[in-house]
């Protein structure tokens, strides 16, 4: 939780620098904690073909078709709405 709090966007909300020292996680640092961290074994395939997708990705270039805006839907419905309204179009 103390990662959270240094973390704050709102800088007023942070702990200072004696709160920090104060804290369990501080104080307590040469303990061995009584709960045991798993490691996150990672597939190496796995990982192997996310880095691939990845690549494959960013290095794929995809042709975009543009068209002038007065093509599009919504530019064709605001010029039948026009005379509706009493504005001409030029």
Known sequence: ???RKLLDVDASRRPAAK???QHPWITHRNSIPATTIVNNV???ESVKGA???TYRALTTTSTVN???VNAS????RRLTQLPKM???SS
């Open 66 to 68: 543009l068209r002038p």
């Open 73 to 76: 839907a919504l530019a064709k």
């Open 42 to 44: 990672y597939n190496v």
């Open 86 to 88: 009493g504005v001409c």
């Open 19 to 21: 709160q920090i020292l």
């Open 51 to 53: 880095l691939e997708q």
């Open 1 to 3: 939780d103390l990662v």
